[in-house]
């Protein structure tokens, strides 16, 4: 194994003080883009692998591994704040670093200029093109998405709209859409209070009041980012409206109470069933911090949200069905003949496990798990079909613009998996290279391709209340391989808490000298890299080639001796578990936190 240090670039997270969770938190195989301990995949099964060996083949040689640089900055220019956060347990999503790098610059080498222009091409086609490109279609006071092929305005597509427009910070369209879907959609009384009717015609009238879930989610998720984002109460009293009756409404419940799982559409036996693509969990986990009602429940849907999407990846094809019962399986109606097959829904799941991957990472293991099973499943068919029986078989029609998108975010959960380099890049650049739709059909691909592009670009964040921001100095001028001057103001993240950190390189600040200075002395390595010696008795947390490494006022330091348990390769000793999963000559190794540890007894 191989295993690239990444001391100097952890330095300012500052995640100290909560609970060195290696490998959920920091996660060294895949949230910081490194091989690390992943090329011994701790979960077994079939790794992929490169173009020529599906079957988990591997070239060390031919693995490039990269360096993870921690972010400066948390908020955008308006003062939003996307940045770091602290639970109990903090795992590896960038709700708990607040790093939001597309993999398009780190494996595709795309310049931030180049990134800014994809932004700007995918928002002029979608919202300013000419008839044949927009699907936005702008009313004054108001203004709809249009499903172009159906001629109608659906939920769903007001409910993307909002997304993109809140991500992409263009709050005047944001408006436009909120007032039409409020005008014409929204029910504020009645035995659909608070749901919105799931389709339209473009005069506002007609259509279907009942509801379809996927516009509910993006609605509420929508209106929260939006409030955070431009800190406007208007937007968080619509969207506390809807959470409250997601669960209150006396005849409607949109998440099943017996199972916790989102509904095809929450009536009559519609109720009884789910659509895997409705399940979005990254967004019932943000529902469970920021609801003001109902706080347990949407915790309870949150996991139970994850195990469905689980359960409902085939085993071996990684695909999903398009509607299915509870425990995933298939499930089938009278008026869709293709409701058990990975047909237009379905292909949305992909988005999803990838979206709650990157922003969380709460449930990695699994989802890595299933990425891995799709994206074999794909690259099997040489990326040729889009619709499929659930079991991969009866590959039919041409793979999709939307299908592109999608499956390129589930491959976050592949990031520094070995065997995959190559076929991540391949799917990042078929995302790229991908021309925004134009005719009759431009409106779902086209949405889908253009929402996991955001997610893609690094420019779907979560936009969080404004936090509490402290002011302090710090004395190094190279923070994360970046030379500042004296004067400039980076964003900190230490200890669970955030700082307006001015740069003056003649003070000795709280946060870069420790505490109680080392009587003993450390590696020379470690110091002439400009890192100090620890106290005396200071824990081991990580050894090298360069000595020592321990942790004190949120900073890495030289640790003069081991006065604990040494791990190796970056991971961690084992604290209870004993199970051997594999065993090299550096020892035995276990599994703890969803990563490698190392048994010393």
């Not at 309870?300 to 509870?326: C, E, M, V």
């Not at 893609?456 to 302090?472: M, R």
């Not at 578990?577 to 190794?589: A, I």
Request: aromatic share 14%; charged share 20%.
């Amino acid at each position: 194994m191989y295993y690239t240090k990444v001391v100097q670039l952890l330095v300012t997270v500052g995640f100290v003080s909560a609970q060195w969770d290696w490998g959920n938190q920091w996660n060294w195989g895949n949230q910081w883009g490194n091989n690390g301990g992943n090329q011994m995949d701790p979960w077994g099964g079939n790794n992929g692998g490169n173009n020529n060996n599906n079957n988990g083949g591997y070239d060390d040689d031919t693995y490039v591994e990269r360096e993870k640089v921690t972010p400066t900055q948390f908020f955008d220019e308006n003062g939003a704040y996307f940045g770091p956060d602290c639970d109990s347990t903090n795992y590896s999503g960038a709700y708990y670093t607040g790093d939001y790098t597309s993999p398009f610059k780190t494996y595709l080498g795309k310049t931030d200029e180049e990134i800014q222009k994809k932004l700007d091409e995918l928002w002029n086609h979608y919202f300013k093109g000419d008839n044949n490109s927009k699907v936005f279609y702008d009313q004054g006071n108001e203004g709809y998405i249009l499903d172009v092929n159906n001629n109608d305005v659906r939920s769903e597509g007001m409910s993307y709209g909002m997304m993109i427009a809140v991500q992409t910070d263009h709050q005047k369209e944001f408006d436009k859409l909120w007032n039409w879907a409020k005008n014409h959609m929204w029910h504020k009384s009645g035995s659909w209070d608070g749901y919105f009717a799931w389709k339209r015609g473009s005069n506002g009238s007609g259509g279907d009041d009942n509801c379809a879930p996927d516009g509910e989610m993006y609605f509420m998720m929508s209106l929260l980012f939006a409030a955070n984002r431009w800190n406007d109460k208007k937007y968080m009293d619509d969207a506390q409206y809807i959470l409250k009756r997601m669960w209150d409404n006396s005849q409607h419940s949109l998440f099943n109470p017996a199972y916790n799982v989102i509904t095809f559409q929450p009536q009559g036996n519609e109720n009884n069933f789910s659509d895997p693509s409705y399940d979005l969990p990254a967004f019932v986990d943000l529902f469970s911090r920021w609801s003001t009602t109902n706080q347990n429940k949407w915790k309870a849907a949150a996991s139970a949200t994850r195990d469905h999407l689980y359960k409902s990846s085939n085993p071996q094809s990684g695909l999903f069905s398009d509607y299915n019962n509870f425990d995933g399986t298939p499930h089938s109606v009278s008026y869709n003949s293709n409701a058990q097959k990975y047909m237009y829904d379905a292909m949305r799941c992909a988005m999803n496990f990838g979206m709650d991957y990157y922003l969380f990472g709460t449930d990695a293991k699994r989802q890595t798990e299933m990425a891995k099973r799709i994206i074999n499943h794909f690259e099997k068919d040489g990326y040729q079909h889009a619709r499929f029986n659930w079991d991969g078989t009866g590959g039919s029609e041409q793979y999709t613009l939307g299908e592109t998108g999608a499956n390129a975010v589930a491959t976050y959960a592949l990031m520094g998996i070995a065997g995959y380099e190559d076929i991540i890049k391949k799917n990042l650049k078929m995302a790229w290279d991908g021309k925004p739709m134009t005719g009759q059909y431009r409106y779902y691909d086209g949405l889908v391709h253009y929402l996991s592009m955001l997610h893609l670009l690094g420019s779907f964040k979560i936009w969080k209340p404004a936090p509490s921001v402290q002011q302090k100095e710090i004395s190094q001028t190279t923070v994360n391989g970046v030379t500042y001057k004296n004067g400039d103001v980076i964003d900190l993240f230490e200890n669970c808490k955030l700082y307006k950190a001015t740069i003056n390189a003649g003070s000795s600040s709280q946060g870069t000298t420790p505490s109680n200075p080392s009587t003993g002395k450390c590696s020379s390595k470690i110091t002439s890299q400009g890192y100090q010696c620890c106290s005396d008795n200071c824990e081991v947390i990580y050894t090298d080639a360069d000595g020592n490494w321990g942790v004190e006022n949120g900073e890495w330091c030289g640790c003069a001796k081991a006065t604990s348990c040494i791990g190796a390769q970056g991971y961690p000793c084992c604290q209870s578990s004993t199970e051997v999963y594999f065993e090299d000559s550096d020892g035995k190794w276990s599994v703890e936190n969803n990563d490698w540890c190392i048994i010393r007894n």
